[in-house]
């Protein structure tokens, strides 16, 4: 039943490549978050601005354009550099932006706008006693961010994180279109090979739901550690 | 001014890509991408207004099946549905003799179907949340002042409802012009699409795709400050007098 006409192995590794991409792409997304909620409430000028002008840019144009825009420009704008390293300095240096990477990129590009929202309410609801408690007792930033910031922050920000995480999942299905073979592409391929849609969109629609429900368990899991010591909610 | 005049004379004149021709492909993908996410919109709030109020039922047999129906539209890629519904509407036995065939066989209706369902699903979801956050109070008066199930419905709870929805209604509407992106992956020649045939015709990805990233932005700036302005008109009894 698995075999689904020989395309079985293949729509298997596209899920695991599906899932990679999802996973490395929460994980930049939540780097990049951390970073531009940072610099938002920093008391540079410049930074502030920035952050701004990415948080609103981003969110303000389809991912679909902003992937195509990195793949097929990142590509172009790479050669550019290496054919100029080349001229130059006469390295042979060259890149391919492979699809796996430009979808990374982009995606967790993408959801670092997103995130950094979230992170900068999450931050925002830190009650500033415990900060300054964290430096009576001699605490260094660092250490305050590591033990007193983040810990509480993240209790405010995983009902966020959880909902950007699922809204991520669906945008990996993109990278299909710029030529990376998750399992959309696979499927895709496979119906339009076989006339038989619904063999492959059936299961790959399923494995979504599936990813999604599990992902959803696991947050509640985490809500419930992160809330320890908040009396239920 | 003439410096004005001739700087800009000079960037047209230099410029192969942003001709006549070119900017009509983008205004026909503006068009399409318009009346698809307008369309979609429309049909999705009148789907959506019956749903959410099945989904509130407190009889399961109504509310199950309209969850279930959410659950998947929610929880599964536009990108997925829309190929189910783009590949798959053959499949459907006997479509191709009735007068519908010659709509479906072109990409634009599949789209709109695959759009269609996905909005109103999220859209139930947005009024259900809305339909349950009423206050007790307006309904325990439309109930003393003798109000049936449906006049109550009609007059006191689904006018504040809206108004509840309006927000998070508003960003359904631009993550529905944002999604509507991927209309291009069925050769529909929407915005996105008519940047990617410029990208390919000139091979200029920076010209072709930052261009239309502008439009986008700036349609979503304006339905930002649309549904700003429906809010403050709307929800004004609710602001802190003065």
Redesign the interface.
Known sequence: MLDLHGYGPRLLEGAGVTLQLAVLSLALAILLGLATASARMSRGWLLQRLATLYTT?I????????M??LF??GQ?ALNVITDALYDRFGVDWYVNLNAFAAGVITIGFIFGAYMGETFRGAFMAVDAGQIEAGKAYGMSPWLVFRRIRFPQMMRHALPGISNNW?VLL?????V??IGLSDM?RV??EA??ATHE??TF??P??AA??LI??VSEWLFAWLQKRYNIGFGGH | MDVLTTWFHDLMAGNAIFTAQTIGYYWDGLVTTTQLVFLSLVIGLVLAVPLAIGRSSDRRWISLPIYVYTYVFRGTPLLIQLYIIYYGVVFFDGIQETFLWPMLREAFYPALIAFTLNTAAYTTEIFRGAIKATARGEIEAARAYGMSDSLMMRRIILPSAFRRALPAYGNEVIFMLHASAIASVVTLMDLTGAARFIYARYYAPFEAFLFVAAIYLCLTFAILYFFRWLEKRLLAHLRPQS
């Open positions: 840019v969110r303000g144009v389809p991912d679909l354009v902003l195509m825009l097929f420009g172009m699922m669906k945008t990996t299905a993109l299909s279109v959309v499927a895709a119906s339009r849609p619904f969109l059936l790959v629609a979504y739901l999604a429900s």
